[in-house]
């Protein structure tokens, strides 16, 4: 029997590149999108549509995979948003939208599936975070914090459901080529403030990273070994060689040497 694998915000990016691995590999494939019907392209899977921070929404997108199914294998928790700005500077408002978006709305997407997977005895939630999410980063603070919140909230989800035969775990990517620059929310760099400058060209140096990222396939791939092999760790990274080694530094390192690192690297 084919595994039926639902995958949030898989209209692009990291997201679409996985739902068409899967696909190919014999799973099947349902994705989400706020608005489905923007992409007029043909799919070869169904493309749902999906609020992740409205829980009406999100309730109809897990019936309507049922309703064609009756079963639901696994969740891959992928639909996210980029933030960055001066954490002096940047709005409430849009810290609560970036919580919304990238840790509560993956929080009721899990609570939406585990009914069905503990009625089944089984099902697999994953949730991507993000290696910026093992570390406070300049003008990023709000991404990481909301990516670590996810990835704490996944350590404790897991051993609640674990008696249930369901698996959770966090996939943590670092930087690959897609196109989250485009559609990431920026706090307007402020003519006179302080961190104009440097705000600024730590902008220009993330795009650049993102530009020179990986090929987002290996998200993919990385994810369908999660699925395949079973009984997953709790957290995976996939990315760079240097970035995934950021998290062994900072707990090897002193606090003030790593830092060093991290501003230097933003140069700041």
């Not at 975070?129 to 990835?151: C, D, E, H, N, Q």
Request: glycine residues 8%; aromatic residues 6%.
């Amino acid at each position: 029997m084919k595994k039926v694998v639902l995958i949030t915000g898989a209209s692009s990016g990291l997201g679409l590149a996985t739902a068409l691995y899967l696909h190919e590999q014999g799973f099947h494939v349902f994705g989400t999108s706020r608005n489905p019907s923007r992409y007029s392209d043909p799919l070869p899977f169904p493309l749902l549509q999906l609020e992740i921070t409205d829980s009406n929404s999100i309730t109809n997108c897990v019936t309507e995979v049922l309703k064609e199914t009756d079963r639901l294998d696994v969740l891959v928790n992928n639909a996210g948003v980029g933030i960055t700005g001066p954490m002096e500077e940047i709005s409430g408002d849009a810290v609560a939208a970036n919580f919304a978006t990238n840790c509560f709305g993956p929080l009721q997407m899990a609570q939406a599936v585990i009914p069905q997977m503990r009625q089944q005895k089984d099902g697999l939630i994953i949730n991507v975070t993000s290696i910026a999410g093992i570390m406070g980063l300049p003008f990023r603070g709000v991404y990481s914090a909301s990516k670590s919140a996810l990835s704490i909230m996944t350590e404790s989800l897991r051993m609640e459901v674990k008696s249930f035969g369901i698996e959770v775990c966090t996939l943590a990517p670092g930087d690959y080529a897609t196109d989250i620059a485009s559609r990431r929310y920026h706090a307007p760099v402020v003519e006179n403030s302080p961190y104009q400058k440097i705000y600024q060209a730590s902008l220009d140096t993330m795009d650049e990273h993102v530009e020179e990222g990986n090929p987002p396939q290996e998200i993919a791939i990385a994810i369908a070994n999660i699925i395949e092999k079973g009984n997953p760790k709790v957290h995976y990274q996939v990315g760079p060689f240097m970035q995934k080694l950021s998290k062994t530094l900072k707990s090897i390192l002193p606090s003030r040497i790593f830092e060093k690192l991290i501003m230097n690297h933003y140069k700041l």
